[in-house]
């Protein structure tokens, strides 16, 4: 590690639990490897997500924070990865991402919003079945494997400070969360169950055959439901059940 690199930890280090934690973090993980921005979210089972740091620009983070708390963030990867949970460390959203995630409506309609080139985070738990992910986007080229090497390597060092900076997340939660919305509405609430099931995995990003496998049923059965839906919602697409699923989320 460079003499200008352990400084820059040792500033992270030395601001643990403090404001200035996050943008010692941030200095230090861009002077390893250059990004663009860096967002930290904290979830926890079905309560709606924490935004606990951000660096965007104040006409970026409509759509980074604001937008996203507003329902996206449902079938996002990363929270959902976190809420599984998976183990602590360094994950692409590439590798999490369903296998239509980039054919699916989330990406088309939301994610793309965002223009981001990459993204990656950081994964660790915290007390209460808390987790915290530390993601670092990138808007003009992704990440090359040397990179990835390099922050991967570091990766047991940035999640034990993220573990140690957000071991009282838990009261943050009891302070400041919100229980996670449920789908509903007029046409919503005609949809069964299962159906709101196939929803919820079709707009995530997963296909017939991956949503069979994750529900225990065959990809027939999937494409059935899937007419049914857009029968009963009387449309014709997945950016229309996007659309429905955005005005139907109630608190």
Same mark, same amino acid.
């Given at each position: 590690? +460079?003499?200008? %690199?352990?400084? =820059? ?7 643990? &639990? ?10 230090? @993980?861009?002077? !390893? ?12 089972? =079905? ?38 949970? !998976?183990?602590?460390? @360094?994950?692409? #959203? ?9 054919? &699916? ?5 939301? /994610?793309? *919003? ?16 808390? %987790?915290?992910?530390?993601? @670092? ?12 090497? +390099? ?13 140690? %900076? ?9 302070? *400041? ?8 509405? =007029?046409? #919503? ?9 196939? !929803? ?5 990003? /997963? ?12 990809? &027939?059965?999937?494409?059935? %439901? ?19 699923? @955005? ?5």
């Amino acid at each position: 590690m +460079r003499p200008d %690199h352990a400084a =820059e930890l040792a500033a992270a280090i030395s601001a643990l &639990g403090s404001t200035g934690f996050c943008p010692a973090l941030s200095s230090w @993980l861009r002077g !390893v490897v250059p990004y663009t921005f860096t967002v930290a979210f904290g979830y926890r089972g =079905e309560d709606k997500p924490l935004d606990l740091f951000d660096d965007f620009p104040a006409h970026r983070r409509q759509v980074f924070v604001s937008d996203y708390l507003e329902g996206p963030y449902l079938l996002d990867p990363f929270c959902q990865a976190a809420i599984r949970p !998976v183990a602590s460390g @360094l994950y692409q #959203l590439r590798t999490l991402a369903p296998d239509r995630f980039y054919q &699916g409506e989330y990406f088309r309609s939301y /994610y793309q *919003r965002t223009e981001i080139a990459e993204e990656i985070g950081f994964f660790a738990e915290a007390p209460g079945n808390c %987790h915290v992910v530390l993601s @670092l986007m990138r808007e003009e080229k992704p990440f090359t494997r040397p990179e990835l090497r +390099r922050l991967g390597d570091l990766a047991p060092v940035v999640t034990a400070l993220m573990r140690r %900076h957000w071991a009282g997340l838990e009261a943050e939660f009891a302070t *400041r969360s919100a229980p996670r919305p449920t789908l509903s509405g =007029e046409r #919503l609430d005609r949809l069964t169950l299962r159906e709101r099931e196939i !929803v919820d995995w079709v707009l995530k990003g /997963y296909s017939a055959e991956a949503t069979g496998q994750e529900l225990g049923i065959a990809p &027939g059965t999937v494409r059935i %439901h899937r007419r049914n839906i857009y029968a009963k919602l009387g449309i014709s697409s997945q950016r229309e059940l996007f659309a429905h699923f @955005l005005a139907g989320i109630a608190p």
